[in-house]
């Protein structure tokens, strides 16, 4: 059965701050995707990152960066400096061989000014 | 930059009765999908469709559910009797491909329905 977990449910932080989002997943599968979802407060959906099981090279976009461990089926994302726009729920997601995706039940950032 | 649009971006309804949600995906993408997401809580994936055809479906997607590609753009989800619990925001995305470097799901904007 595949499962992603993030266990922060609401993270507040001050502008300026480093904040990390964890995301831990189960899958039996040896090929598999991992995705970071943005949702901001108008609601929509916006792709952050995708990463497959095979390149655990971590990954660095701007102000944000992603650690992929296998060894621990983890993949976090670090948003560096923060900002007020940053403030959204953030979701992790999983798939494997199938179509669908497994969403966590998201993080709630929160960033203040 | 293409991207998924959704149509309506807020649909109400009685209880009992059919609804269609409208999405056009991006244009050179094959695979397409339909979410939902109560308040609150996470993403769901209901059902997957490919090549005029369901590939994926989850335990939500009973028989009070529906989809199709009525002609080269949309892609509709029908609600044939709508129930309270069917109030959710449903998101559409859509894929060039499953598998691969271009299996990356795009979404749209959502429909809020609320039934009523």
């Known amino acids: 059965a595949q499962k992603v977990t993030q266990a922060q449910t609401e993270i507040s932080v001050v502008e300026k701050e480093d904040v990390t989002l964890d995301c831990v997943y189960e899958?039996?599968?040896?090929?598999?995707?991992l995705f970071w979802y943005k949702q901001p407060p108008s609601g929509e959906l916006v792709f952050l990152i995708r990463?497959?099981?095979?390149?655990?090279q971590n990954e660095i976009s701007g102000r944000y960066s992603w650690n992929f461990q296998k060894s621990t089926s983890s993949f976090n994302f670090t948003i560096t400096a923060s900002q007020v726009v940053d403030s959204a729920v953030y979701f992790c997601a999983l798939r494997n061989y199938g179509q669908n995706f497994v969403f966590g039940p998201g993080t709630r950032l929160s960033v203040l000014p | 930059e293409p991207e998924v649009t959704q149509t309506p971006s807020h649909q109400v309804t009685q209880m009992g009765q059919e609804v269609i949600l409208r999405c056009v995906p991006i244009?050179?993408?094959?695979?397409f999908y339909w979410y939902r997401q109560i308040l609150g809580q996470k993403v769901e994936f209901l059902v997957s469709?490919?090549?005029?055809?369901?590939?994926?479906k989850s335990e939500i997607f009973d028989d009070q559910f529906s989809v199709e590609r009525p002609d080269g753009s949309n892609f509709t989800l029908k609600i044939r009797s709508t129930k309270l619990e069917d109030s959710a925001m449903y998101f559409c995305?859509?894929?060039?491909?499953?598998?691969?470097?271009?299996?990356?799901?795009?979404f749209g904007p959502g429909t809020r329905l609320t039934v009523l």
């Open positions: 995305a859509s894929s060039k491909a499953a598998g691969g470097s271009t299996d990356t799901q795009y």
């Open positions: 899958t039996r599968d040896t090929t598999y995707y």
């Open positions: 244009s050179n993408h094959l695979y």
């Open positions: 990463r497959n099981s095979f390149d655990e």
């Open positions: 469709f490919y090549n005029n055809e369901i590939s994926e």
